[in-house]
């Protein structure tokens, strides 16, 4: 950890849409984690939501942040989806490391003391995880197949393992390079798209997806359709884009 004094405060953005009462064990223990790092930190908690959806993750988000200094909460009227919230919760983050995960408890907030201790090295400006195992059925394995094998095809100078895996962990510079625009299910894939045009170093490590037991998955056939259009429309504009 030769360049961990570069990293005076870390910060972790969570996507809590509509997680409700299962966001407390998890950002209890994602607090575990950064407190172990005897730094400072930010929990980004972020809580969009959608007029006459229900949803009690805000409030439940608002009496977590009243309790605990640490929890920045962004809760916004949504006007767009996972990317939205995603760049919302990014732009709120103030750290000189920021992770980004989902708040549904399918990637491991334990891959976050990897990550760090891998970009604390000084040897890369983005790292991420893969997935070696997934839990989450055999549709939603060969939709992810289906994409990043079709994200090779048309972006063939690209080395991705796995496109839309989190935690993704940038350092504060890398971040604010980044043209990061997207505000629906595409915001991985352009987040891989500007490493890439960036030249950023990274690091990919492997990791296991869960199985969601308590809802069920927001990605459908539907948001699969989104991001193959999505796919098309940004290979148009990375053409151009330098």
């Known amino acids: 950890m030769k360049q961990m004094n570069k990293f005076r405060k870390l910060s972790v953005v969570v996507l809590c849409y509509k997680s409700e009462e299962e966001i407390i064990p998890f950002v209890n223990l994602i607090e575990k984690i950064l407190l172990a790092t005897k730094m400072d930190y930010e929990i980004v908690l972020v809580a969009n939501y959608f007029i006459n959806r229900e949803d009690r993750t805000p409030a439940i988000i608002k009496k977590m942040a009243i309790k605990n200094k640490k929890l920045k909460p962004v809760i916004k009227l949504k006007k767009g989806m996972m990317g939205w919230d995603a760049i919302s919760g990014l732009n709120a983050a103030t750290g000189d490391a920021i992770a980004l995960i989902d708040g549904d408890g399918q990637m491991p907030p334990e891959d976050l003391t990897r990550l760090f201790n891998i970009l604390f090295s000084g040897e890369f400006d983005f790292v991420k995880t893969f997935r070696i195992k997934r839990f989450d059925g055999y549709q939603r394995i060969l939709m992810s197949s289906f994409f990043n094998r079709f994200f ?51 690091a990919e490590i492997p990791t296991t997806f869960r199985e969601i037991e308590w809802r069920a998955s927001f990605i459908n056939w539907k ?17 151009f884009r330098k």
């Not at 993704?168 to 043209?179: P, S």
């Open 152 to 202: 090779r095809l048309l972006f063939p100078n690209t080395f991705f393992r796995d496109i839309n895996s989190k935690p993704k962990l940038f350092t504060k510079d890398a971040l604010k390079k980044m043209d990061l625009k997207c505000g629906g299910w595409f915001l991985d894939g352009e987040i891989m798209l500007e490493v890439k045009r960036l030249d950023l170093s990274f």
């Open 223 to 239: 948001a699969v359709l989104e991001m193959i259009y999505s796919l098309f429309k940004y290979r148009f504009i990375y053409w």
